[in-house]
T-cell receptor
Framework: EAQVTQNPRYLITVTGKKLTVTCSQNMNHEYMSWYRQDPGLGLRQIYYSMNVEVTDKGDVPEGYKVSRKEKRNFPLILESPSPNQTSLYFC??????????????FGSGTRLTVV | RKEVEQDPGPFNVPEGATVAFNCTYSNSASQSFFWYRQDCRKEPKLLMSVYSSGNEDGRFTAQLNRASQYISLLIRDSKLSDSATYLCVVGGYSGAGSYQLTFGKGTKLSVIP
């Protein structure tokens, strides 16, 4: 089954403790992206990747890092999480960023709480 | 700044009703348009792409008016299973040359028995 897999689904952590949220897709998509969703703000892009070893900042990159060493994986790294990074995170992938027919496929989401 | 504006709702409609959602976008250079559906606490899923000629998929009809920078979604014969938040999404290239999707905040629909 074609899918984007995120782990973990839920995570509660303490301020400053480094964490990684994994994202993997099995569709051979070149484009991958991370979003956060907060009440009243909608989805905002954190980082995206056009292909292996090609990443760039989205609208809200502060406090996050990403890497794209393999085509299928695009982990999101929080080096020193803070409470304002408490949010619902989604990973998405697509054949290309401007895929008009198929849109983006999203992972099931990771609900992160930083205390 | 690119913006996509939607009425947040909620829209509470009885089963069988016809409901219409509207969306406006600020970037006249936008190139692609979508409606996504998001169930509570779940991931957004593509409902339909929106084309200039308008398009229909069963009970759902989407229309695009580029001159007015306006997108609509019409749902006929509403079902209980249509209850969800509907996201208007617009894609285009930024000044830096990167392609980006801009998401509206969503319109919540509740279909009532």
């Amino acid at each position: 089954e074609a899918q984007v897999t995120q782990n973990p689904r839920y995570l509660i952590t303490v301020t400053g403790k480094k964490l990684t949220v994994t994202c993997s897709q099995n569709m051979n998509h070149e484009y991958m992206s991370w979003y956060r969703q907060d009440p009243g703000l909608g989805l905002r892009q954190i980082y995206y990747s056009m292909n292996v070893e090609v990443t760039d900042k989205g609208d809200v990159p502060e406090g996050y890092k990403v890497s794209r060493k393999e085509k299928r994986n695009f982990p999101l790294i929080l080096e020193s999480p803070s409470p304002n990074q408490t949010s619902l995170y989604f990973c998405a992938s697509s054949l290309s960023p401007d895929s008009t027919n198929y849109g983006y496929t999203f992972g099931s989401g990771t609900r992160l709480t930083v205390v | 700044r690119k913006e996509v504006e939607q009425d947040p709702g909620p829209f509470n409609v009885p089963e069988g009703a016809t409901v219409a959602f509207n969306c406006t976008y600020s970037n006249s250079a936008s190139q692609s348009f979508f409606w996504y559906r998001q169930d509570c606490r779940k991931e957004p899923k593509l409902l339909m792409s929106v084309y200039s000629s308008g398009n229909e998929d069963g009970r759902f009809t989407a229309q695009l008016n580029r001159a007015s920078q306006y997108i609509s979604l019409l749902i006929r014969d509403s079902k209980l299973s249509d209850s969800a938040t509907y996201l208007c999404v617009v894609g285009g290239y930024s000044g830096a040359g990167s392609y980006q999707l801009t998401f509206g905040k969503g319109t919540k629909l509740s279909v009532i028995p």
